[in-house]
Nanobody
């Protein structure tokens, strides 16, 4: 019923920038919080940033000041601007959204992930 599709990953040198996008589609009634998680090889998935429907944002300590999360509610899209990238930012980045579907109830949805690789 609902799909989240990420884009914008790729290979970048340390110190560079990337912008990730995630668009939600389907039988959507409303979207509450949207966010980004990441999972590096051999590690657990961790929260990167989350933004509420009123655009209040929170960040993991290790990305504060470097990453910025934003959203366009008219497009059901969340963005993650990543600056000053470090090799330790290398991971698969997943989009997450709390979505209430038409005629249904709210639940968490996940994208399939987009790989970000930062070379030193």
């Amino acid at each position: 019923q609902v799909q989240l599709v990420e884009s914008g990953g790729g290979l970048v040198q340390a110190g560079g920038s990337l912008r990730l996008s995630c668009s939600a589609s389907g039988r959507i009634f409303s979207i509450n919080a949207m966010g980004w998680y990441r999972q590096a090889r051999g590690k657990q998935r961790e929260l990167v940033a989350v933004i509420t429907s009123s655009s209040s944002a929170n960040y993991a300590d290790n990305v504060k000041g470097r990453f910025t999360v934003s959203r366009d509610n008219s497009k059901n899209t969340v963005y993650l601007q990543m600056n000053s990238l470090k090799p330790e930012d290398t991971a698969v980045y997943y989009c997450n959204a709390e979505i209430e579907v038409l005629g249904g109830y709210g639940m968490d949805y996940w994208g399939k992930g987009t790989l970000v690789t930062v070379s030193s």
